[in-house]
């Protein structure tokens, strides 16, 4: 395996968050902003209307929108495993009643997406979509199958280290930040270009940590993944701050 040699950082660099554009990255080309950034005032709805889920509509959560291996009538296939962390603002204090929503590919890497042409097998006991609120200390907990590694074509023989996407809604539509999660020890992180855009030292906040507490005995193994929203602690978000 190679290792993807690493451009520098950009000027103005926060220590935390990738660069908008990172060669090595090749998507970052057509995404990112070539002028300076302007900013808008928010309309009203936008600083009122609702956090609406992205992934799963407007309905109110169900039951078992948590809990990823139960939204079928069968048992997706997998290693079945419980993620679960705390939401916390720049000053550490808990965020209560955020939306916290994943995605994920299935076991063997596929997305139940039409653009996914990875010649894996759909589950189709498992959708890989989920969500829930955090509660009073800003705690959060979801049941689901450990993803896949998948094939992605940015460069000569690439895969996407096993990993889950993360959305996280504030209080208003606008307000909403994305990351993503990765596994402890995954041999594909050197790599993927999309973790190496991160600074080296912020890297370990997008990594979860292995949770014997939370691993439930001849059922399931426990991650734990805390989400920092800002400060010199704040996990990395793919759209910054």
């Known amino acids: 395996m190679s290792t993807i040699e690493q451009p520098l ?17 090749g998507s970052t080309g057509l995404r990112a902003p070539q002028r300076r950034l302007v900013g808008l005032p928010p309309a009203l709805v936008e600083e009122t209307g609702p956090a609406t889920s992205a992934i799963l509509g407007d309905h109110p959560l169900g039951e078992r929108d948590y809990d990823l291996t139960r939204q079928h009538d069968g048992e997706p296939l997998g290693e079945r495993i419980i993620v679960h962390g705390q939401v916390r603002d720049r000053q550490g204090r808990p965020v209560p009643h955020s939306l916290v929503e994943i995605w ?8 139940p997406h039409h653009a996914d042409r990875h010649p894996a097998p759909h589950d189709p006991n498992f959708t890989g979509v989920g969500r829930c609120l955090t509660d009073a200390a800003g705690r959060y907990r979801f049941v689901t199958i450990k993803p896949g590694a998948y094939p992605w074509r940015n460069h000569d023989n690439a895969w996407r280290p096993a990993h889950i996407h993360f959305s996280l809604f504030g209080r208003a539509f606008t307000q909403r930040l994305i990351t993503q999660m990765y596994f402890p020890g995954d041999p594909l992180f050197g ?19 292995f949770d014997l507490s939370a691993t439930v005995p001849e059922w399931a193994l426990g991650y ?17 701050e």
Request: a negative charge; glycine letters at 10%.
């Open 9 to 25: 950082p950009e000027p103005g660099d926060t220590g935390v968050h990738p660069p908008l554009h990172w060669p090595a990255y």
């Open 104 to 111: 994920q590919t299935n076991s063997a890497g596929r997305y």
């Open 191 to 209: 790599q993927d270009p999309i973790l190496n855009s991160v600074p080296e030292s912020a890297r370990p906040a997008l990594i979860s940590a």
């Open 224 to 240: 734990r993944f805390d989400i920092v929203l800002g400060g010199d602690a704040a996990t990395p978000f793919e759209e910054g």
